[in-house]
């Protein structure tokens, strides 16, 4: 179990944070979607009406105030990350052929492969285009940890995808797959609030590794809610990662076990999945302690995700906001 | 004696200097796509092995010589924009369900749809990052030019798409589309030169009109080889523009013209189209005097893009490098 203490009200903190920052960003981001050819506008924002969380906006706003500087500061990274974030959903969407997402259609599957590629495409371009409109050295600086985090997120889809078709894969494997397809991005949202801010290169050292870590801990409990996951809640069917084969933590470190239990894992997880076989899937993964494992390392990761916002200094409400967002959206919050 | 004067003609000339600036830009290039997970550099060198001309990585290395500096000042130009350029042709393969190109298989019908997807994600990411490696202001501002154009691009094949599904288009509204579909990206390799040169706004602006109508008369080529292309030469089936219900330039002029012809064109191309159909479907579009205008534009825009070369003052032997590269790649070198 996690040795934190979370206040009651950190869920409560998390949620206006992210309700307060989802409000402060959407103009923008309205903007710049209205900057898009007309044709790709309906599909943009029939993607975006599905809503999200809206944490990468949140982070990259409360790191700028976190840095001392104001929420505006960080509007552009909240922006560009958000789109970067959405150009990814969207192409993942195509890739692992999910039709469904927030309980609406993907954009593939409403609007045809090509639409939804080169939707992607100009979300991922009109990120740099917000960034760099007005070339200062902060946002030059921010459109290239952008750019470097989208190429490590790219590389850890490509991981992800690859892995489907592997047997088994090492549990060092996933995390390095996992690190790179979730939390570079993440790390790279709350680097956005302190490079905006131009904020010294420790605080921004800092709030990097509070995401990487945020990040670790976020992906384990996404893995979580793939295997285990109510469809009403996750709008995607019982058990989908199962059913795509995806090498998530859970099923890395259950495929990782010795004895047959992994074998009979291993041979379910090796063809298409009946609802009965998904069943015993879940069994298998939980009996073996994975789930209990995949809980104990996104906790783990957690700790280490608030201990590096203790090493340098930080404006106390929004640093309470990051702890808040943080525990919230890792499900650490009650 | 007799004293024989050897003028080189214009495809002596461009075939020279797109055989050199390959050469030059290669060994950046592979080393820009050594920095890609190794999962995605087999499907981006069995792409880049098909060849192609270079034509946009020769313009921003002669646009660079032709605004007075190093050839080495535009390397990192060409291979930015030869990365945007493979990234666009990567995703389009997938939109337009083309197998084959430059003779060899497409990645995706090689590696399939959702790594075909990815690896033109991290080729169009690499671009930017190439670029702002060394965030000076010169490649600064060649960064928000390479972004700004892919944006033009993307909206430009979306069109192109859109299109494909409608009766008939205007002329203009194919002109419109083909700019942003060719002309944007051209404009910016020949921009690239001159902005990494640190040249004055003048010849930049007078170099991005070249690349400009350069874009458009080669469009207007492609255009007419993508219906009377010879199969051995294209790399793709007869009239295979034709097939893919595209609406370039000749099909839109030949669409417009009042009476019988076009509408039995119109009805041809609402449906697929047999061997016969393509071939009668060829002989409307000629006998309606589409292709001979379609010439005649191509012919006008080489003139105007030749005119803006006249505008400023560059270097003599870079600019016949750009004169003659624009004639061949339009046709007009004999």
Known sequence: MNTHTFTPTANAIASATLARAAHTVAPALEAAVGRLSPA????VLH?????????????????????????????????????VHNFSLIHDDI?????????RSTVWSEFGVGPAIIVGDALAALALQVLLDEPTAERVEAARCL??????????QADDMAFESRDAIT????????????????SCAVSLGPILAGAPDGTIAALAEFGSHFGTAFQAVDDMLGIWGEPSRTGKPVGNDLLQHKKTLPVSIALARAGDDALELRALLGGDLSPADVARARVLIEECGARAETIALADAHLDMALAALERVELVAGPKSELVAIAQFATERDR
């Open 147 to 156: 750019v470097q985090a989208t190429q490590v997120m790219i590389a850890g």
């Open 40 to 43: 790709l506008q309906g599909p």
């Open 95 to 103: 890739m692992d052929g999910d039709t469904e997402r927030r309980h």
């Open 171 to 186: 549990v060092q494997e996933c995390l390095d797959m996992e690190f790179a397809k979730t939390s570079a991005l993440l």
């Open 47 to 83: 993607h975006l009406a599905g809503g999200g969380k809206g944490v990468r906006a949140a982070l990259a706003l409360v790191s700028a105030t976190a840095a001392g500087a104001t929420e505006e500061t960080g509007v552009v990274g909240a922006v560009a990350i958000e789109l």
